[in-house]
């Protein structure tokens, strides 16, 4: 999780997915004064998307009431080194996030799945800045 006074995600080619969502409007996604949640979902998440979307948005507005904020952005970003949940689950996954995070009064951008794209990113410079969190149903 950024804290950002800026950020900007441009689509630039389809990914390697076999889901890749149309984007809506424009190929750029841009934002000012946002948190900023590089999302990754694993193999461990598919027994239950709800519970793990669930558990996630508590942790990300307990951090962005925290921090003050109102404009959260779920940014899908596939780690390298983990065993990644089906296209299906983690679209499934990021969505339900969404959900609850539009329920708790956040307003919520989520970037398109399944694209590569640049980053534009202007991150601020505090202790709470940048955070990550692995969230678990064990």
Do not use: C, Y
């Not at 390697?16 to 979902?41: F, M, N, Y």
């Not at 959260?72 to 065993?83: N, Q, R, S, T, Y």
């Amino acid at each position: 999780m950024l804290h950002v006074d800026h950020f900007s995600s441009t689509i630039t080619e389809r990914g390697r997915s076999k889901i890749v969502e149309d984007p809506t409007g424009s190929k750029t996604t841009t934002v000012d004064e946002a948190l900023i949640i590089l999302v990754s979902v694993e193999k461990q998440d598919e027994p239950n998307p709800d519970n793990t979307a669930e558990k996630a948005a508590t942790e990300i507005a307990k951090l962005a009431r925290q921090l003050k904020v109102k404009v959260i952005v779920l940014h899908p970003f596939a780690h390298l080194f983990a065993e990644m949940s089906s296209p299906d689950t983690a679209l499934k996954t990021l969505k339900l996030t969404e959900e609850g995070l539009i329920r708790r009064g956040f307003n919520v951008v989520r970037t398109p799945f399944g694209w590569f794209n640049t980053l534009e990113i202007k991150a601020k410079g505090h202790p709470l800045s940048r955070v990550a969190r692995t969230i678990s149903l064990n």
